[in-house]
């Protein structure tokens, strides 16, 4: 029985089943009538000719027909090709490999829908790509219901993979040796990210960005993101494992972020986002950051070792405010040599509640409430803070707002466990053993200092 669009979607018989079999590995295509093959439209795989025309008639033909393409293991040599809808796309998983030979994408669509790629391996062979044509090795426009599963993209001189207004799914592939960024996503229409591997790109991990602030609504799971560098250098554009900006309602969750230059996930002017429950390791700066005019953030059961800071909320002077930042570790922190030294745990500035978190070995402040004069309504309760150089600080700067310290369990603070501060300099004697009533806003009470 012919294979239609649906059974290889559900993958009892689809495109997955047949590609990943032994039979898919080293036949010229699966064992069904439906699937075409790109060896019938002339694509010879290792050798040194280009493979672009005869790719690109078998992926019209494909799209054409309504019919899935297989394209046989070995490394075609090609330059850009274009896809149209409805196209399933195909290879041999890790053996068949579309090697870049132009300075443009290696595959690119737009205003297309229902396109499936899986199994193959893009390879960029670090070739300068062309920044008037992308300037990532994929490039999608306006494609509806995209999905890449299970593929390679690899040595991009760019970008890894660039989708604009797309749609779909990004899911169980890897994404490594990339010039640029590994994923940029802007103006989602609705995009999930998930089971992705990530690492050894040069300046960014994966983008979510918007064109203007707004609603993006994308989905960041269960990734693994590793050795991300800055190598286009910058204060914070560069070098994070998970960058947001100006996209709201974006859930980042269960990823697993280690050794980036800067932040495992930075969030800038990106409102109503939820951060939770990464294991973030070896961060070079701040490991979570929301930052600039957002509003609303919601920071959980995150676990952060080694960083510069832990989670910062931060830039009420940019209208950066709302958060909840609850339920996290944050441990083995470190003073910067260059830049900012910090050395906070967790800081907030404006309309936050920091609860139930522990922070352990904060060279500077374990829990900071408020900047200079950028406070206002934050709450610090039942928190667990030790060893760390002050354990909770709060702004008393002319201009702050209130804050609230109450039930936090703090021990082993060699500079005071609850300290007034005037920016990075503690005033008077520690809270935690005196009244709070010489300042008009803070109120402390129900504390334990050991």
Not at 8 to 16: F, P, Q, S, T
Not at 31 to 47: I, K, M, N, Y
Not at 82 to 96: D, F, P, R, Y
Not at 164 to 176: K, R, V, W, Y
Request: aromatic content about 4%; overall charge neutral.
């Amino acid at each position: 029985m012919p294979l239609d669009r649906r059974q290889v979607l559900l993958g009892g018989a689809g495109a997955g089943a047949l590609v990943a079999g032994p039979s898919a590995m080293a036949a010229e295509r699966p064992a069904s009538a439906a699937w075409l093959s790109a060896r019938e439209f002339g694509a010879v795989p290792d050798t040194a000719g280009d493979q672009t025309a005869a790719l690109q008639l078998a992926l019209d033909a494909a799209s054409n027909a309504r019919a899935p393409l297989f394209i046989p293991a070995g490394r075609y040599l090609c330059r850009t090709l274009t896809i149209k809808s409805g196209v399933i796309l195909a290879g041999a998983h890790g053996a068949t490999i579309l090697m870049q030979a132009g300075d443009g994408p290696l595959l690119t669509g737009s205003r297309v829908e229902d396109v499936i790629l899986e199994g193959l391996t893009f390879d960029g062979a670090k070739r300068p790509l062309d920044d008037n044509q992308g300037k990532a090795l994929l490039v999608f426009d306006a494609v509806a219901r995209l999905s890449v599963r299970q593929c390679r993209i690899l040595q991009s001189g760019g970008d890894g993979l660039s989708l604009t207004a797309c749609s779909g799914l990004l899911g169980q592939s890897e994404i490594s040796g990339c010039k640029g960024a590994g994923l940029l996503s802007t103006d989602a229409k609705g995009m999930e990210i998930s089971q992705n591997h990530v690492h050894g790109c040069a300046d960014n991990g994966i983008l979510i960005w918007r064109s203007s602030p707004g609603e993006d609504g994308t989905l960041v799971t269960g990734n693994r993101i590793e050795k991300i560098g800055a190598a286009s250098g910058g204060s914070g554009q560069y070098g994070n494992g998970i960058n947001l900006f100006r996209a709201g309602a974006v859930v980042v969750a269960q990823n697993r972020i280690s050794d980036c230059a800067y932040t495992a996930v930075r969030a800038n002017a990106a409102s109503n986002c939820q951060i939770v429950s990464n294991s973030c390791s070896r961060m070079g700066e701040v490991a979570i950051y929301s930052e600039f005019g957002f509003e609303g953030a919601l920071v959980s059961s995150n676990l952060v070792d080694g960083a510069a800071s832990g989670i910062s909320i931060t830039n009420f002077d940019k209208g950066g405010r709302l958060a909840v930042v609850q339920g996290n570790l944050v441990r083995n922190l470190v003073l910067r040599k260059k830049g900012e030294a910090r050395g906070i745990g967790i800081s907030a500035e404006a309309d936050s509640l920091i609860v139930g978190n522990v922070v352990e070995a904060a060279p500077t402040v374990g829990i900071m409430a408020g900047w200079g004069p950028y406070l206002r309504d934050v709450t610090v309760t039942a928190n667990v803070v030790r060893q760390c150089h002050i354990g909770i600080g709060v702004s008393v700067t002319t201009g702050a707002g209130y804050a609230l310290i109450t039930d936090n369990m703090i021990s082993q603070s060699a500079n005071g466990a609850i300290r007034a501060m005037k920016h990075a300099e503690a005033l008077g004697r520690d809270l935690a053993q005196q009244s709070s009533e010489s300042f008009r806003n803070i109120a402390v009470f129900g504390n334990v200092a050991l």
